[in-house]
């Protein structure tokens, strides 16, 4: 850890005990936009920005991974002009922030189904996550086209047929070898989960990897959520005692 971000970290978190890995559902673009006579889209504009800062929030404080649900195999069902709103989005950032979290030291990853995105976006998916392969100030993942479900089922699928074809005993199926299918394979599993805007559900979002997880809801809709938001859901973290069903 460096000096200059022992520096950035507020006093009263102890550094020990920092999360390794948060995931986030960014939930309430729509109502932030909703609740100044906005379109949806000026909302997922702004949560964008709220993103940058969470990101090089984590960054400075030491966090090693974040993940953010940024859309899901369910947001399909959104109006088209939404849809293809967030898919222009998703490229746009890719292609405008990438010199920067090349500069910052940010590794990006994707997970889901991306063989259905538009071209041009896995292009930009494939090129930004070259780039900062070799990154090691924070990994960022994004789970794009997204569902846990389907993610699990993908991998009983995996399963069967290598166990089907001879090349896995049954016998030897365990957690491990389920974990190196998934989409997140390799990662640790994330130790705090936030969820904004007042929702208290998982909607389908890394349903296995969230076992042992620390969950944190707060009514702020996610284009407020600020660096002092994410300190209140750390200080509640360090509260915790993870036991992970031992006593």
């Keep these: 850890m460096t000096a200059k971000l022992l520096q950035t970290l507020p006093p009263d978190l102890d550094r020990q005990r920092l999360p390794q890995h948060i995931a986030v ?21 702004q949560g964008v920005e709220a993103l940058k800062d969470i ?11 974040l993940t953010v649900y940024a859309f899901s195999t369910e947001n399909w ?47 930009e998916i494939e090129r930004s996550q070259i780039a900062t392969l070799h990154n090691q100030a924070i990994h ?31 016998e030897n199926i365990d957690e ?28 389908n979002f890394l349903l296995w990897q969230m076992a042992y997880t620390e969950m944190y809801f707060t009514d702020v809709l996610w284009p407020d959520f600020s660096r002092q938001e994410l300190h209140r859901a750390l200080i509640d973290y360090q509260e915790r005692d993870r036991r992970f069903g031992k006593v």
């Design 25 to 45: 559902i960014m939930d309430g673009n729509g109502r932030w936009a909703k609740q100044r006579s906005l379109p949806r889209i000026a909302g997922h504009r």
């Design 55 to 65: 990101l090089r929030c984590c960054k400075d404080w030491g966090i090693a991974a």
């Design 77 to 123: 069902g959104r109006p088209a002009h939404e849809v293809d709103f967030l898919m222009v989005l998703f490229e746009q950032m890719l292609r405008r922030e990438l010199e920067e979290m090349c500069r910052e030291g940010v590794r990006i990853s994707f997970v889901g189904d991306l063989e259905s995105l538009s071209k041009p976006l896995r292009h």
């Design 140 to 170: 960022f993942t994004v789970a794009i086209n997204y569902g846990s479900r389907r993610e699990i089922i993908k991998v009983c699928r995996q399963i069967a047929e290598a166990a089907k074809s001879g090349e896995i005993d049954p």
């Design 176 to 203: 491990n070898l389920f974990e190196q299918h998934l989409y997140t394979a390799g990662n640790h599993n994330p130790d705090l989960l936030i969820r904004t805007s007042g929702e208290m559900r998982l909607s």
